[in-house]
């Protein structure tokens, strides 16, 4: 998907550059003095981002985009849960009643998610193994869905779930330790997109810009 998102990315920054060079080309015809901002470079650029959010490529990344923020919200969340519900376990609360207490003190998408689960089974509308699963499902979390499994075979057989989720936070941890080492080592590849397609190109109009303009002014 990183390579999609590249493509895409080198695609809209080209366009753009063209549009741009285009608009700036012809100032000195449709406003007669170079360097004087038109009406047209605004709307263009305004019509191509109103376009470029139409494309199916560009709708499918956004969606990806902000499944991917909310999979990492949760990620991020997934070790104060299990620290409250640790701490909660030990003082001798029950499991549901330690995850109340998550969900009174934090106010985040992890919290509400686990509140809307919690509602349902103390309703008898799922059970909690049902209810989790369920959870799991929809935020696409690996954590989220290790956590049921956890969870439901702590109560089902009785083995000490607070040593359990202790476990499981510090995993979470590594993971996320993991995952940010190697973001860090992407972002020099993916610097060479903007950098080859945005300051480059714009380098270039602003050095030969004026003389395009001078040019086509004259003639």
């Known amino acids: ?27 000195g015809r449709l406003g007669g003095v170079i360097g004087r901002p038109q009406p047209v470079a605004g709307a263009g650029l305004g ?11 560009v709708s499918k990344l956004e969606r990806h985009e902000r499944l991917s923020e909310q999979r990492a919200a949760c990620l991020r969340q997934m070790p ?4 409250v519900l640790g701490l909660g376990l030990s003082s001798g609360l ?27 089974w103390r309703l008898g509308m799922a059970s909690r193994q049902e209810a989790l699963w369920s959870l ?22 009785g083995s000490p779930l607070a040593e359990a989720l202790e476990r499981q936070s510090q ?30 190109p714009a380098m270039l109009l602003s050095i030969l810009g004026p003389l395009v303009g001078s040019s086509l002014a004259v003639g």
């Open 1 to 27: 998907m990183d390579a999609v998102f590249v493509v895409a990315e080198a695609s809209l920054s080209l366009v753009t550059f063209t549009l741009l060079f285009v608009t700036l080309g012809g100032r």
């Open 80 to 83: 104060a849960l299990l620290d």
């Open 136 to 157: 799991a499902d929809e935020t696409g979390v690996s954590a989220v869905r290790s956590f049921a499994t956890t969870v439901t075979q702590a109560l089902e057989f």
């Open 171 to 200: 995993e979470i941890r590594d993971e996320r330790r993991s995952q940010v080492e190697e973001a860090i080592e992407k972002v020099p590849v993916k610097m060479l997109v903007p950098l080859g397609t945005l300051i480059v």
């Open 47 to 57: 019509l191509l981002v109103s376009l470029a959010r139409r494309l199916p490529l």
């Open 94 to 120: 029950s499991f549901d009643a330690s995850l109340e207490l998550y969900c009174d003190r934090y106010d985040n998408e992890l919290s509400h998610a686990f509140r809307a689960a919690l509602v349902s």
